[in-house]
């Protein structure tokens, strides 16, 4: 007999879940296309421009391990 309660508020409790994740995204406020787009173009200038300082760094650090390592005495 307790298998089948088990069972009873196990779909209980997925119900509940399904339930909550659906209100969850009716609350989602989506944007526009416009916003969408500034938001787009904001992502992909920031990566390219971290990616242009890595870029710099690993260059930098690069030439510098190799001015020590062949650094005579």
């Known amino acids: 007999m307790s298998e089948t309660n088990e069972k009873v ?5 997925k119900k509940g879940f399904f339930k909550g994740l659906k ?5 989602i406020v989506w944007p526009n296309k416009v916003t969408l787009a500034k938001e787009t173009i904001s992502v992909i200038v920031v990566s390219v421009l971290l990616g242009a300082m890595i870029m710099v760094l690993d260059f930098i650090i690069e030439y510098g391990v190799d001015f020590l390592v062949n650094l005579k005495f």
């Open 9 to 13: 508020e196990t779909k209980k409790k």
């Open 23 to 27: 209100a969850e995204f009716g609350k």
